[in-house]
Structure formats: structure tokens, C-alpha cells
């Protein structure tokens, strides 16, 4: 049942805050960005650092040939060079280049080869790391982050910015440092043919870089403005996507066009501005590889004609000038994208980095070390023990609320004020009230979804060690795993059927066969042409809705919980599907205990007691005869 505090509701005005604001980042990245890439690359450190040795070697085979015809020139010519080939080679025959050549091109070609296909997948595997380590943390983020991140803004971050991430450092990275490799290689091979050139070309290289500098808070500036503003038009999307039928209903297609159109506007306009920055960028970048271009070949001219150079070491010595004004200009060009892709480490990064969820802990096999209190972790001995851990061996357990005071959030107001009871283990309790009078918000503290205000809640008396505190509490996982829920909206996941009902992987096919012939699914079982391996789709698309319930139903009885809630799981189904439900609670729950938060006060008849919240607060628990026609006379005098 929807209630007015639960977080659809809740706080409009600090909700539309989050909503609009965006993680702003400005100003240099933060150390933890380089800290996170250092973590992603950090296994894999000692091969990659030999791979840019291979590939710097393999490069500088390949730019070497020049030198070497040059040398073969100068001799043929007769001309007498100064340069160190020359006088190295100066006895070679022909075909002792024509050898030297082809060997030092087969083994630039090999070395060259295996850098970039080991380095790639090095770096791929790398970045994919970073992936699994946000999505492991995201996942155990507190519930107040999913109710204020929209949708689009967390998308993005998983589509878009790794996107830009992956595009950089799972392959093309090989690319840059190839880019580096020629930058340096041809550096050294033109200081080795004319020293002359070698100062013109880091003359021209500095002020490249210097332009680079110039211009790199504005590049970096507009890419996280590109970056910020993807979320709210994906988000709207996904809003549409979603609510397609109500829009219709209601007639509001025209507005929801409007306002994607407004933000795909403003995300062009965005994109315009990027992409004026770094065409300014580049044209100044051509300008200064047009100037020395003019300067090398004025150089070359007066060298040649004063006799200070050969022509063979100003012909390699011009080649590579031209050729690393190429590649220079390439170098900052990849900077710039470069400077994207750091974008979407930063955005990753923030994350990665936030504190978890009150009692959550990280996998054993995490592999990032963020030293982070915010972040714990269970060691393998300790996640071991939580997985066979059981909160209570008993069929059904005892819950007690005490002194009980909740809210979503500091700045928002209680739900929960002061909420005292006891229900007995294997006891049936109904609970009613009107819409916002916290059915909804008790079910939500018992998960422990939010932190708790005041008070405790007991399961077997035993609670959940939110805190991380030795010998207090028992582990989150664990105490969760004592509650089996069944929602309004059956929680289905996409995945084969067996996944879906054994969610622990538990229990042999048999066994998951026959809790499906006991929420009389046997016939629909049969029908299907792969069994247990039937895929499910995305939220049960593929199924009915009394199906998706049963299934929910099913799965509840294998997970053996003590305690069994049910909220408004009877509001969307068939009768039949009801029947089915409603014979679960007095027959294959009727060891457990029970909690079932129900809209028709006649599937309420059978509990033991009634819980009746009013304004966050018990009004009454009593039996059902007790309490059900006070709240009717209540309900009916309230409208």
C-alpha cells in the first residue's frame, strides 16, 4: 500500500534539491581519482610497465629505419656525415643495409604487435575493475541515495561516463602511449642525425604544450558541463518509458515531448560549446604545426647550403620533424580526450567513494583498498559464517518494537513516533490504518532500510548490527535472510526461473518443483519448454500477474524464514490467484510468523491480533473482532 511517507512522497521540496543538483566538480582532479586508476592498474603494474618497454623498443626499431637509409644515402652520394650512423655504418654494403633494414622492420613490426594486443587487454581488463568495484558499492549504498539520484543520473554513470572511460583506457590508451613512444624515439633520432633540429623541435613542442595548458581548465570545464547535463534528459526518458500508459491515459504526451525537447536542447547546446572549445583548440594546435613546418624547412635550407649538414641527416632529420609535428599535435588532441575520459573517472570515483549502507559490508574477494570506515569489509572466514549463519533455528520468531522513533532523513520529519509491540513467534498479525499513517514506513524500518532515530527492533531477540560494533547485533545479511516479503509488485529479476526462486542456491531441482506444485503452478511448470531454466524477464514481463505472485509465493516457502511479511500482496490478482495467497497464510506459513499489511479488512478476518497505526503511532492491538470494526467506523467517518 502507498503511504505518504514512504519515499515516493516524502520531503517534495529536499527531493526536487537532489534532483536538480548534480556532483559539481571543478578545479583540478582530486588525488582520489588518480588513487582509484593506481588501484584498477595496480595488479597488473609490473607487466605493463615491461609492455611500454616492448612497445618503446618496438617503436623505436621502426622510426630507426630512416637513420638507416640516410646513412645508406650519404654513402652512395659520397657525402661525408658527421652523424652516429654514418660512421657506424660507414663500411656496409647494400645488402648488408637491405638485411639490417628488413631485421630491424620485422622485429620493430613484432615488438610493436604484441605491445598493443597484450597492453590492450591488460587495460581492458583494468577499467572493467573499476566497473564491478562502483557497481559493488553502489549497490550497498543507503536507500536515501536511490530515493534523491534520479534514474537518468545514475545511467549515465554507468553508460555514458564508463563509456568515456572504456573508450580511452580499455584499448585506445595503447594508442596514446604509442603516440608518447614516437614523440620520445623521434626526439632522440633527430638529436642522433642533426642537433640542430632537435632544438627547433622542442621549441615548438613547448609552446604546444603551452597551448595545451592554455586551454586545458576551459576543455576541462565544458566536458564536465557535457558530462553533468546527459542525466536529466536520460532520466526524463526513462520516466516516459516507464509511465507510457498514465501519459497516454492523461493525455500528456505533448508535454513530456516538450521537456525532452527543452533538455535535448540544452544537452546540443552543451555539446556545441565542447566541441567550439576544442576545434579553438585545434587551430591552434595546426598553427603552430604550420610555423614549424616553415621554420624546419628555412633550417634545412641554410644548413645545407652552408655545408654545416648533409643532405641525407637533414633529409631524416626533416621527415621526422615533419612526422612529430603530426604526431605532437596528436599527442594533445589525445589529451583532450584524455581529459574526458578522466571526467568519467572522477564521476565513477565519487561512487566508488561514498559510505555504504548502515551495516552493509563489501565481498571478501573486493580488490580496492580506499581505507574508508564508510566502507567495510567482510574478511573470507567472516562472510563464510554470515552466509550459514541463521538469525533463529526455530520455524517462526518472536518481533518486538521498541520505543520505536523513524525518519527517511535528519531534515525530514518523524513517520514513527515512540512505537511500541510485541508479536509472538508464529503469531498472524494484521496491520490497518489510512494512507500515511505508517504501515508502509514500520515495514521499511524493519528491513532496516533507513537508520533508525531512537529505539530498536528485535527479531528472536537478536538486532542488526548496523554499526559494525563487536558482539552486538547480528549481521545485516543475516538478520534480513529471517524475513521473507511479499509485495504489491511481485520483485522478479531477469534471469532463468531456478535463480528466481532459490535465491541462495540452496536447494536441488526437486525441491524447487515442488514448492511450484504447492502454489499450484505444476500445470504452468510443465508447459514450459526448459524447465527451471525458463528465463525470466526483467520484473516478470513474461509472466501474468498472479503468476509472478505465485512465484514470489514459491520462493518465500523455500527461503524458510521465521518471519513472513505480505504487503497488499492480494491487491493485484485474480481471485483464484488470491485463494492461493490467502490459503499460504493459514496453511503453509501457519508455522511462521506472519505480518500482512492488507487494503481488504476480509483477508484480515483469520490473523490472531491487529495493529492499527494512526499518525505513526499505535492506536490499537487487539483481536481482529476488537479492532476491525472500530477502524471501519474510523475509516468511513474519516472520508
Not at 557497481?135 to 554507468?158: I, K, Y
Request: glycine share 6%; proline share 3%.
Amino acid at each position: 500500500m502507498s503511504d505518504l511517507n514512504s519515499p515516493s512522497h516524502r520531503g517534495a521540496k529536499a527531493r526536487r534539491k537532489f534532483i536538480d543538483e548534480e556532483s559539481n566538480f571543478r578545479g583540478r582532479y582530486s588525488r582520489s581519482v588518480f588513487s582509484t586508476l593506481r588501484h584498477a592498474y595496480g595488479p597488473f603494474r609490473f607487466r605493463i610497465l615491461a609492455l611500454l618497454g616492448v612497445g618503446f623498443l618496438g617503436r623505436m626499431l621502426l622510426l630507426a629505419n630512416a637513420n638507416l637509409v640516410a646513412a645508406w644515402a650519404d654513402r652512395l652520394a659520397g657525402d661525408k656525415s658527421s652523424s652516429v650512423w654514418s660512421q657506424a655504418l660507414s663500411g656496409w654494403t647494400g645488402e648488408d643495409f637491405l638485411w639490417l633494414l628488413a631485421s630491424v622492420t620485422a622485429a620493430g613490426f613484432l615488438l610493436t604487435s604484441c605491445y598493443r594486443v597484450f597492453f590492450s587487454r591488460l587495460s581492458a581488463v583494468a577499467v572493467s575493475l573499476l566497473y564491478d568495484e562502483v557497481t559493488r558499492r553502489t549497490s550497498r549504498l543507503p536507500m536515501r541515495f536511490f530515493d534523491t539520484q534520479p534514474v537518468g543520473r545514475v545511467v549515465t554513470r554507468f553508460s555514458s561516463d564508463y563509456g568515456n572511460v572504456f573508450r580511452l583506457f580499455g584499448g585506445p590508451l595503447a594508442e596514446f602511449f604509442a603516440i608518447v613512444f614516437d614523440l620520445v624515439a623521434m626526439a632522440i633520432l633527430i638529436a642522433m642525425a642533426e642537433p640542430w633540429f632537435f632544438f627547433l623541435y622542442v621549441l615548438v613542442s613547448s609552446l604546444q604544450a603551452g597551448v595545451y595548458w592554455l586551454n586545458k581548465d576551459r576543455i576541462r570545464t565544458e566536458r564536465r558541463a557535457l558530462a553533468a547535463i546527459r542525466s536529466p534528459s536520460i532520466s526524463h526518458f526513462a520516466e516516459t518509458a516507464q509511465g507510457a500508459l498514465p501519459i497516454r491515459v492523461f493525455n500528456r504526451v505533448e508535454t513530456f515531448f516538450q521537456r525532452f525537447r527543452q533538455l535535448n536542447h540544452d544537452y546540443i547546446q552543451q555539446r556545441i560549446r565542447t566541441s567550439w572549445v576544442l576545434y579553438v583548440f585545434g587551430l591552434q594546435m595546426g598553427a603552430l604545426t604550420a610555423l614549424l613546418f616553415l621554420a624546419t624547412g628555412a633550417l634545412g635550407w641554410w644548413m645545407v647550403d652552408t655545408g654545416r649538414a648533409s643532405v641525407g641527416a637533414v633529409g631524416v632529420a626533416f621527415a621526422f620533424i615533419m612526422l612529430s609535428a603530426a604526431s605532437v599535435q596528436a599527442f594533445f588532441e589525445w589529451m583532450a580526450q584524455f581529459e574526458e575520459a578522466m571526467t568519467g573517472v572522477e564521476r565513477l570515483d565519487d561512487y566508488l567513494r561514498r559510505d555504504l549502507e548502515g551495516g552493509s559490508r563489501l565481498p571478501a574477494v573486493t580488490r580496492f583498498e580506499l581505507g574508508q570506515s564508510g566502507q567495510p569489509r567482510y574478511s573470507a572466514d567472516d562472510e563464510a559464517q554470515a552466509k550459514r549463519e541463521r538469525l533463529s533455528l526455530q520455524a517462526a520468531a518472536p518481533v518486538e518494537v521498541r520505543d520505536l522513533s523513524f525518519r527517511y532523513a535528519p531534515e525530514l520529519p518523524l513517520v514513527l513516533k515512540d512505537v511500541n509491540f510485541r508479536i509472538r513467534a508464529g503469531e498472524k498479525v494484521g496491520i490497518v490504518g489510512r494512507t500515511g499513517s505508517g504501515k508502509s514506513s514500520l515495514i521499511q524500518a524493519l528491513f532496516r532500510f533507513y537508520p533508525i532515530e531512537k529505539g530498536e527492533i528485535l527479531i528472536d531477540g537478536r538486532s542488526a548490527n548496523v554499526q559494525h560494533r563487536e558482539g552486538e547485533g547480528c549481521d545485516l545479511s543475516v538478520y534480513r535472510r529471517a524475513i521473507a516479503y511479499i509485495a504489491q509488485d511481485p520483485i522478479l529479476f531477469r534471469g532463468p526461473l531456478r535463480e528466481n526462486l532459490d535465491l541462495e542456491h540452496r536447494h536441488s531441482d526437486a525441491r524447487l518443483i515442488e514448492a511450484l506444485r504447492r502454489v499450484d503452478l505444476e500445470s504452468w511448470f510443465k508447459s514450459l519448454p526448459h524447465g527451471l531454466d525458463t528465463m525470466i524477464e526483467e520484473k516478470g514481463k513474461n509472466l501474468s500477474a498472479g503468476e509472478r505472485q505465485l512465484l514470489c509465493m514459491a520462493r518465500c516457502l523455500l527461503q524458510e524464514a521465521p518471519v513472513v511479511v505480505m504487503d497488499e500482496a492480494t491487491s493485484s490478482i485474480d481471485p483464484q490467484t488470491e485463494d492461493v495467497l490467502v490459503r499460504a497464510t493459514e496453511e503453509f506459513f501457519a508455522d511462521r510468523t506472519q505480518i500482512i499489511i492488507a487494503h481488504r479488512l476480509s483477508t484480515l478476518i483469520h490473523c490472531d491480533r491487529i495493529l492499527w497505526m494512526h499518525q505513526g503511532q499505535v492506536k490499537m492491538l487487539d483481536k481482529p473482532e476488537v479492532v476491525l470494526p472500530l477502524f471501519r467506523a474510523f475509516a468511513q467517518a474519516e472520508r
